[in-house]
C-alpha cells in the first residue's frame, strides 16, 4: 500500500524496538536535480520505471513485510532548491524528521557528486540532531556507462572518507539494485538505533551505579 501524505506533515513514526514486530522508518532522499530521486523512489514503490515524474516533492508511506516482518516505510522525495546556496539546501527540519539519508548523484554528472559531497558535510556538520545518521549514497544511472563522469572508485572512496554506504545502480534498469539499496538503508538504521539504545543502558548503568556510590561517599 503507498500513500501519498503532504511533506509538511510530521510523523510520528520514530518507535521501534528489536523485541517489536513492527519497524518503522523515515527516509529522506537528497541530491541536485535529474539525478533519479524520484525514480528511485518510484521503482522501490512499484517496481517500475515510468521515465517522467514532474517536480513534485512527496512523502510516500509504504508498508511492506520483509522476513516476516511489518515495515511502515515514509520515504520523502525531496525537491533540490535551485535558487538557493549549497548551505541551505538541506533544511533542519528534514534532518529532524529523517531516521536515515539517501544521497543520489548521476554517474554522468559531476556536478551531482559534488552537491553529495557537500550535503554529506552539511549533515556530518549539524551536531545537533544527525552527525551520526545513517547515510548512503547512491550514484544512479548506471545504464549509460557510455557518458560516466565519475569513477565508480571515486564515489567508492569518498562514501568509505565520510563513513557512508555506498551503490551503483540503474533505476532505469533494476528494481533489484534499488531494492538492496532501501534494504540497506534500513538495515543501518536498525543498527543505528541498537546502537543507541544500547548507549542509553549504558548510560543508565553510569547513573545508577554513580547514584549508590554517591550516597555511600556522603
Ligand atoms: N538512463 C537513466 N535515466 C534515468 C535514471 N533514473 C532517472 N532517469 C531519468 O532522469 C530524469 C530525472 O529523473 P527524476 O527521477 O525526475 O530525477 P529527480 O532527482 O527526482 O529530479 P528533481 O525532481 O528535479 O529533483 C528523468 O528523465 C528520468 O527518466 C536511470 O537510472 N537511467
Given at each position: 500500500m503507498i500513500v501519498l501524505v503532504k511533506p509538511s506533515s510530521q510523523s510520528s513514526i520514530k518507535a521501534m524496538d528489536g523485541n517489536q514486530q513492527k519497524v518503522e522508518a523515515n527516509i529522506l532522499l537528497l541530491g541536485a536535480e535529474n539525478v533519479g530521486k524520484s525514480a528511485l523512489t518510484v521503482r522501490f514503490l512499484t517496481r517500475r520505471f515510468i521515465g517522467e515524474y514532474?517536480?513534485?516533492?512527496?512523502?510516500?508511506?509504504?508498508?511492506?513485510?520483509?522476513?516476516?516482518?511489518?515495515?511502515?516505510?515514509n520515504i520523502w522525495d525531496s525537491l533540490y532548491p535551485q535558487s538557493c546556496e549549497s548551505t541551505e539546501s538541506i533544511s533542519d527540519r528534514q534532518l529532524?524528521?529523517?531516521?536515515?539519508?539517501?544521497?543520489?548523484?548521476?554517474?554522468?554528472?559531476?556536478?551531482?557528486?559534488?552537491?553529495?559531497?557537500?550535503?554529506?558535510?552539511?549533515?556530518?556538520?549539524?551536531?545537533?540532531?544527525?552527525?551520526?545518521?545513517?547515510?548512503?549514497?547512491?550514484?544512479?544511472?548506471?545504464?549509460?556507462?557510455?557518458?560516466?563522469?565519475?569513477p565508480s572508485e571515486e564515489g567508492q572512496l569518498f562514501a568509505r572518507s565520510a563513513d557512508c554506504g555506498f551503490f551503483e545502480t540503474s533505476a532505469a534498469e533494476t528494481y533489484h539494485g534499488v531494492l538492496l539499496v532501501f534494504h540497506e538503508i534500513l538495515d543501518l538504521i536498525k543498527e543505528s538505533r541498537a546502537l543507541k539504545r544500547g548507549m542509553i543502558g549504558i548510560k543508565g548503568i553510569v547513573k545508577s551505579v554513580s547514584a549508590v556510590f554517591g550516597k555511600k561517599r556522603e
Open positions: 514532474g517536480d513534485i516533492e512527496s512523502i510516500y508511506s509504504h508498508i511492506d513485510k520483509t522476513d516476516g516482518r511489518e515495515i511502515s516505510l529532524h524528521w529523517a531516521d536515515g539519508v539517501i544521497l543520489v548523484y548521476s554517474i554522468c554528472d559531476r556536478s551531482s557528486f559534488q552537491v553529495v559531497q557537500q550535503q554529506v558535510q552539511l549533515i556530518r556538520q549539524n551536531r545537533k540532531m544527525s552527525s551520526s545518521i545513517p547515510i548512503i549514497i547512491v550514484g544512479n544511472k548506471r545504464d549509460l556507462l557510455h557518458q560516466r563522469a565519475v
